[in-house]
């Protein structure tokens, strides 16, 4: 993908070097998240879509951290990718009288990072999170997928950023909220079948 010139997004938190919270668990969301990239064959890079749990705590920081020149650019791709996404998403709330558009903000992380919904790992790929409406990215996650999902080149990494933007907008327009309600009352099952067509 060329994207030199184009505008990198300020809505981003660079948090990379610093880690927060204690790891958890990998829970239902990755366990569906797995088998939506088998049904998917690749289609689709998954991530975890949180509820609300708790507030997020502090930071400290990691001393050992020193990002590669690869991680660099992928930060860099990252706010080009984001900042396009605000363009046609705030482009198409206004055309369609939907209301003004709210950017979420990225979150760039290494390890584990505190979320206003519970402690976000980099072993949860990539997930959105309604309660603070922000996208949590390790980048690493990246180099898995290339290695581990024969998922490789720009234009994969551009789909997982778009795809946790595309929750966000679920957020907005409550669809978001309505299943997250809706699953909380419904068996296991039937659950993950609404959390599959939110992830699709
Ligand atoms: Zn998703």
Known sequence: MKLDGR???TNVEDRRG??????????????IIVGLITLLMGGDLGDVVQ??????????????YEPTAENEAL?????QILASTEDVWSAYFQKNGIGTYR??????????TST???????AMGPFYCSGDE???????????????????GDFAYAYVIAHEVG????????????????????????????????EL
């Open 167 to 198: 929750h966000h907008v679920q957020n907005l327009l409550g669809t978001l909220g309505q299943a997250h309600s809706q699953m909380a009352k419904m068996s296991t099952a039937n659950a993950n079948r609404v959390s599959v067509r939110i």
């Open 103 to 112: 950017n979420p903000t990225l979150v760039l992380y290494t390890g584990t």
């Open 75 to 79: 930060a860099k791709f990252s706010r």
């Open 134 to 152: 922000k996208l949590y990215i390790d980048l690493s996650f990246f180099s898995t997928m290339k290695q581990q999902l024969g998922a490789d």
């Open 116 to 122: 206003s919904c519970g402690t976000g790992q980099s």
């Open 18 to 31: 610093l880690s927060g919270g204690t790891a958890a668990g990998l829970g239902l969301g990755g366990i």
């Open 7 to 9: 505008r990198e997004s």
């Open 51 to 64: 509820n609300v749990q708790n507030a997020g705590g502090g930071f400290t920081t990691q001393t050992s």
